[in-house]
């Protein structure tokens, strides 16, 4: 473990669109600083990803200074979005969980409800301080978090995505593979480690920055969706399930949570500070 690295960084401003791989990125209590700030909502509230609309991973999101983001996608020209004025928050549902949020202008709406041929409406979390918690069963208190699936960080290893692919590569869906790491959609990629090395981890520092393990992440079908084509297969859910499964969730990568704040950069040395 003493050569591992940041290999690669990738901060999502929208939830479920594109997003940029910085060479560094600054870490805020809540997640990687302009990390899914935003979220597509239906007209019921609900949070909108690539589940529902794979064609989600095609649009690209493009942060811009003081929080917002340019907005493109094929068909469409693209649009910029300003952070919106303070002028009242709407209810969101993130996976069951009741968050309030600021709706963007008009415009957004109208793009994004042209490109899903849906009508959805784009969204703003404006303070992630108060907004939302850290998955209650796993946080400490006062961990919040923005629209990530549930904590501040993802990470992931490329030696177990090559471990992954090997064994997708001796099973039925062989011709999917090997996949790359986008589909995993993590925020720190570390190589130099073990395959499944991390599955050891309790707490590690990334440069300067210590964080907590909160548990392992487990995977849905955004995994089996083509981040080129938008296209769906088996993999890797087909091959997770089969080695990969714990109490009936299939596992892949960890979901962190910050300890303090920082800057993580491409090339800084991951070392694990309390292992399993």
């Known amino acids: 473990m003493g050569n591992a690295v940041v290999q690669s960084i990738h901060v999502h401003p929208v939830k479920a669109f594109r997003g940029v791989a910085p060479r560094s990125a600054v870490v805020e209590p809540w997640g990687l ?57 709407i209810p969101v549902d993130v996976f069951r969980a009741k968050v309030e949020a600021v709706p963007a202008a008009a415009a957004a709406h109208a793009w994004c409800s042209a490109y899903l041929e849906t009508d959805v409406r784009l969204v703003h979390m404006d303070d992630p301080a108060v907004r939302r918690a850290v998955a209650p069963d796993y946080a400490l208190p006062g961990e919040t978090v923005s629209f990530a699936d549930g904590f501040p960080l993802l990470v992931t290893a490329a030696a177990s995505l090559d471990a992954l692919n090997s064994l997708i590569a001796e099973g039925p869906h062989a011709h999917e593979g090997p996949l790359p790491m986008d589909r995993f959609r993590p925020n720190l990629v570390v190589a130099g480690t073990e395959p499944w090395a991390e599955d050891g981890w309790r707490r590690i520092s990334v440069g300067d920055v210590v964080f907590r393990v909160a548990k392992p992440s487990a995977r849905c079908v955004v995994t089996t969706t083509d981040q080129d084509t938008a296209a769906r297969g088996r993999e890797p859910l087909h091959t997770l399930a089969r080695h990969r499964r714990t109490g009936g969730k299939v596992l892949f990568g960890l979901n962190l949570v910050p300890l303090g704040p920082g800057t993580v950069g491409v090339g800084d040395p991951v070392r694990v500070l309390d292992p399993r």
């Open 33 to 89: 600083a302009g990390d899914r700030r935003w979220t597509l909502i239906d007209d019921g509230g609900k949070v909108v990803t690539q589940r529902e609309s794979p064609r989600l991973a095609l649009a690209a999101a493009e942060p811009l200074a003081g929080g917002g983001v340019r907005l493109s996608a094929p068909g469409r020209a693209p649009l910029t979005v300003e952070v919106p004025k303070p002028a009242g928050t």
